[in-house]
């Protein structure tokens, strides 16, 4: 065996090539959205010698894929002597490569052969990234080799292919001096009769610079048959690396990708580095989570000492055999090796105690069970320090409690982001063309910023014409893209049970908007148990819950859910189960084919339509629970109208009263907006399950309805009835009433005596009711009451009872032109009085001994100077502003204040003080507010008064207070400008 002529070197580490310093030295070739930072130093394999490393810094410079005009088909060309290789090395380096998911074309010189290399072996050459040579003892006796190895040289040369030799029993110095053994075959080849065959006597020189070159390349040394399997696993590592095997395809635009990556990136850095932090993103199906998560794996994935992107799990873990399959992938993407895992438990301690030692980068894509997270990344435990397990879910289940550190939420798409998408797709450029300009937009409009429907819609349309446009949009109106659907669908198919796609379909007809209780207490109604349903469907990114608690939905999930009850019967209406199109519910009434199918039915018509159907169409709709109608007119006996009817909301109602002959026994709420009403109802049915009751902006009403009918009511709302003059004393049996909404009343004089019986009432709105000019004291029998809004009313004093109650918590009196201290009752003032236990505007309370108070004049610039040190002994705060800038530098000092005594809660004290100081105040401003920490051993409850012309400003001031818990109990500010 020749001698190796680099012996002399040291068996350092540095003298073994380093593939990962050598990717990272070709920086720009690296995709865009790959991290130009340096990876981490990987070991360098130890049985594999390699020579001539610094000619790898030049070949890196021609990385394969630096030709866009060539079509690279194959990953490996693999060149060798089938005689000296075939059935050892060369077939376990094939088997390998195949099995690491590499494109291998062998030149297997066992097939006949003729007297030239045939043209599609030249071909596959160039379609070829790489080229491995196995150079053997007998590889430079073939003509056929010579030759392959002459066009692989000449593709190295010309369009920076990659060439990796392979000594195998032979020096590197022999082939590239064609001596030893080696050089015999050669020389023999050249000189013997096979010289004949080549009219062209210099041909031979050309093998000779091919071998010269191809010895002169650094690549791997297999000197005896001990380290064959290392150096095979060695060379399908270092060929996945040059590769890019495990890079993922993202997009050919990746329109807002960019973005979102490094919004994930910081997210994922926000931790000690030593860590193992988990990150989910949640959002809806097709809004991107798998094509963002793929952008992170080629992002930082060069980062680890080794990453894995197991894509589906959704699917493939129904698959036979496909949990085992995942835990089995997620250790041959790290390790490079098959391991075989035979039940999941085994497979969790084969995790545990391989990637334990690992740093590691693991997306898990589509997880939609906890026993998902479990069989893949059971514990933080598993993995080794630094490490980042990236969860993409649907489900927010799934990423409760401790399970993830970090959330990341996926949005839509802005409108740029979805005009450069869609364009792309529909126009191949970057913005749509002038004479698509008004159809782009509308179908920009109806994806709702979704990208799966934007790729969708923009392929499906490409290169069509104006009218095949408007004829697929005026289709989505009643017909969804099917593709997309079938996406979205996913989510709705894998709820639980039946109740909860009842409750999905009955929001995406009939609720989108609505207040979330009041969903809930309607859907309660007809037995869906709706308060674990409506949870289930935010956690799946079905439905959404904003801020005001009212429900949302995307457009196309609402279309998919739509669509789910119109394929049912596509072409007979009458047969499913829910109507909601104009078209539909006009055709079934007109005609009157309503079926006992039909449980919700909506049918809006403008204010002034004059068409008329009969009450008779409802007749046979017998499990009609939900009936939403708007500007409609029913004639006839609606005694025909369900008795299962839980719903009935009507704007417009055109009768004068409700129908005695409407069964209203099962009515959950009902909802008569803009009606015509007078007087409500006499002698009218018990309705023991009625919990909502709306008439606002019914003009005519003069009385309410005998509430003695509705002993359940909980939601009471007459909003804008301006002729109401008299609320019926019957409202006193309403035991379980919540909620009293007379804003806007102007006719009512006053307030029954019996509502002040309503021990059950949190709720009471007056603002409007500008004839209402006091409380009795007897609103202290209101022991639950805790918000009272009594804005622009003719209030001018406040109940000391009120006061005094428990239960209050925000008073709000806004639009009262006089003095708050004229509106309080005495005592609170009493709790003012001066003495001078503290600093000199710090007062004590007459009799109360722990109670402090601290009263500053818009004169006194200096008078919170001491708020610091003082607040946390305040019982009362009295504070004049001046002025706009004032009111905010005093908020800023009191908040400033509350933060540093309540720093467990953030509190942005500055960001609120500049949101009062933008807003427009005129008049007199004043604003008083009691605030009591609930905690405190001193106090029993947390009171807030508002009054004045504008509350805008110190509402921000008030919101940013109730945040933290204090210990004043009173706070008022007067402001005046």
Known sequence: MAADPYSHR????????????????NQTLRPKWVSTSPPPRSPPPPPVRVVNEVFWEHFLTERPGTSDELLRIHDVFLSFRGGDTRASFTSHLYAALQNAGIKVFRDDDSLPRGDQISTSLLQAIEESHISIVVFSTNYADSRWCLDELEKIMDCHRTIGQVVLPVFYDVNPSEVRHQTGEFGKKFHNHIKGDNLLLYPLGSRWKSWREALREAGGIAGFVVLNSRNESEAIENIVENITSLLDKTDMFIADNPVGVESRVQDMILLLDNQESNDVLLLGVRGMGGIGKTTIAKAIYNEIGRNFEGRSFLANIREVWEQDAGQVHLQEQLLFDIFKKTTKIHSIE?????????????????????????????????????????????????????????????????????????????????????????????????????????????????????????TEWKSVLEKLKTIPNDQVQKKLRISYDGLSDDKEKDIFLDIACFFIGMDRNEAIQILNGCKLFAEIGISVLVERSLLTVDN????????????????????????????????WFHEDVIEVLSDQTGTKAIEGLALKLPVNNTKCFSTEAFEKMKKLRLLQLAGVKLEGDFKYLSRNLRWLCWRGFPLSFLPKNLRQENLVSIMLENSNIKHGWKDGQRMEMLK???????????????????PNLEKLVLRDCTSLSEVSHSIGYLNKVLLINLKGCISLRNLPRSIYKLKSLKTLILSGCLMIDKLEEDVEQMES?????????????????LVRSKSI????????????????????WSWMSPTNNLSSLVQTSAGMSSLVSLNVSSSSS?????????????????????????????????????????????????????????KE??????????????????????????MGMNCQATSILKESILEVSISPSLLSIEYGC
Request: aromatic share 6%; proline share 3%; hydrophobic share 35%.
């Open 692 to 710: 909502i009751l709306n008439l606002s902006h019914s003009q005519h009403l003069t009385q309410t309805p005998d509430f003695s009918c509705m």
């Open 346 to 466: 085994s497979g969790k301690n084969i995790l545990k105690d391989r990637l334990c030692s690992k740093r590691v980068l693991l997306v898990l894509d589509d997880v939609n069970k906890l026993d998902q997270l479990n069989a893949l990344c059971g514990s933080r435990e598993w993995f080794g320090s630094g490490s980042r397990i990236i969860i993409t879910t649907r489900d927010q289940h799934i990423l409760r409690g401790n399970r993830v550190n970090q959330v990341y939420i996926m949005k839509e798409m802005d409108e740029s982001e979805s005009t450069d998408l869609f364009s792309w797709h529909a126009f191949k450029q970057a913005s749509p063309r002038e004479d698509f300009a008004e159809l782009s937009r509308n179908v920009i409009e109806y994806s709702g910023g979704l990208p799966l429907a934007l790729e969708v819609l923009g392929s499906y349309l490409f290169d069509r014409g104006v």
């Open 921 to 946: 105040t005129s008049g007199l401003m004043q604003c008083s507010c009691q605030v009591l920490d609930s905690g405190s051993k001193d106090s029993l409850k947390s009171l807030l008064f508002q």
């Open 809 to 828: 918590g925000y008073i709000s009196l806004c639009g009262h032109e006089g003095l708050s201290r004229d509106v309080f009752p005495s005592i609170i």
């Open 862 to 918: 200096q008078g919170l100077s001491s708020i610091p040190v003082d607040l946390p002994k305040l019982q009362s705060l009295w504070m004049e502003s001046g002025s706009e800038l004032q009111l905010s530098r005093d908020a800023e000092r009191i908040l400033g204040a509350l933060y540093a005594m309540n720093s467990s809660k953030e509190l942005e004290s500055t960001a609120t003080t500049s949101e009062i100081s933008n």
């Open 785 to 801: 009451l805790t918000t009272l809004i009594a804005d622009n009313t003719a209030i001018t004093r406040v109940p000391y009872s």
């Open 10 to 25: 040291s068996n350092s580490p540095s003298e073994y090539f380093n593939w990962d310093d050598l990717l990272d030295q």
């Open 548 to 579: 005001k608690n009212k429900l949302g939905m995307h457009d196309l999930l609402r279309d998919m859910g739509r669509e789910i009850i119109r394929e049912k019967s596509p072409k007979e209406p009458e047969e499913r189960s829910r109507l």
